[in-house]
């Protein structure tokens, strides 16, 4: 199946429960050097609004760390979120993040998205 979103090509799109308070790691490519994007949860109560810490482990991984994202009605990106490429076209991430409750769970739907080409 292919699924097409205008000029864009769905990579993968779905649902996971968070296991405990573990992170969730997408692998987007495969072979020696899989390219893996990983999701953090983490709570501060010191600074209590939500944010998104991108972080760049090394060439082939990149953490998104949400904070505070506990909203039982769920949390995403308005717009999609570039995160670089993939096979030569742009890589774009939409989420909602949901919390199931005090518990350190999280429901998340996703979806990649492959943009538009990029020059090498």
Same mark, same amino acid.
């Given at each position: 199946m292919r699924i097409?979103?205008?000029? %864009? &090509?769905?990579?993968?799109?779905?649902?996971?429960?968070?296991?405990?308070?573990?992170?969730? &790691?997408?692998?987007?490519?495969?072979?020696?050097?899989?390219?893996?994007?990983?999701?953090?949860f983490r709570t501060d109560e010191e600074n209590p609004g939500q944010r998104t810490e991108p972080k760049i482990e090394n060439d082939r991984q990149l953490s998104l760390a949400f904070v505070n994202f506990t909203n039982v009605l769920g949390t995403g990106n308005?717009?999609?979120?570039?995160?670089?490429q993939v096979e030569g076209r742009r890589l774009y991430l939409y989420y909602r993040i949901y919390s199931l409750s005090k518990e350190p769970e999280k429901l998340?739907? %996703?979806?990649?998205y492959l943009g538009e080409r990029v020059d090498q």
């Open positions: 097409k979103a205008g000029e %864009y &090509d769905v990579l993968a799109s779905g649902t996971v429960i968070g296991f405990r308070n573990e992170p969730i &790691d997408f692998t987007l490519t495969e072979g020696e050097r899989p390219l893996v994007v990983r999701f953090v308005v717009g999609p979120l570039p995160l670089g998340v739907h %996703y979806t990649w």
